[in-house]
């Protein structure tokens, strides 16, 4: 659309983000990847020693864990320190984790992401 000063005075030019349908399409999605990651390798949420979801908000890690029953002390958060890292988050969020908590044989972290594009994976690490 070519700009006219309608345009530009109505905000058309700008982007705009709907914040309560991406809320619900990353906890939908995290879901669905983490069950399906879960599934696959014949697992629950009982079997997970950590969870580290991507860092996005507080609320949507609060969702996730809650769907598999995880204990909230077994969801490790930095968000509340560095904030949406964007990519980086679980890494960051991975690296303090083994810091503090090394794993043990057979302890497993279950990571979930969602990030730009719509995009969402999870996958579970496991000491061997």
């Given at each position: 659309m070519p700009p006219t000063l309608k345009s530009v005075e109505d905000k058309e030019h700008f982007i705009k983000m709907d914040g309560r349908e991406v809320f619900k399409h990353a906890v939908k999605r995290m879901i669905e990847a983490c069950t399906d990651v879960l599934e696959k390798n014949s697992l629950t949420g009982a079997d997970i020693t950590w969870m580290i979801p991507h860092q996005a908000n507080i609320r949507i890690i609060d969702a996730i864990a809650k769907r598999f029953d995880i204990d909230p002390a077994k969801v490790f958060k930095t968000v509340h320190k560095y904030g949406n890292t964007s990519a980086s988050s679980i890494?960051?969020?991975?690296?303090?984790?083994?810091?503090?908590?090394?794993?043990?044989?057979?302890?497993?972290?279950?990571?979930?992401?969602?990030?730009?594009?719509?995009?969402?994976?999870?996958?579970?690490?496991e000491q061997i």
């Open positions: 890494g960051i969020a991975l690296d303090e984790c083994l810091e503090k908590f090394p794993l043990k044989k057979g302890e497993r972290i279950l990571m979930t992401a969602f990030g730009a594009g719509l995009t969402w994976g999870a996958g579970v690490l």
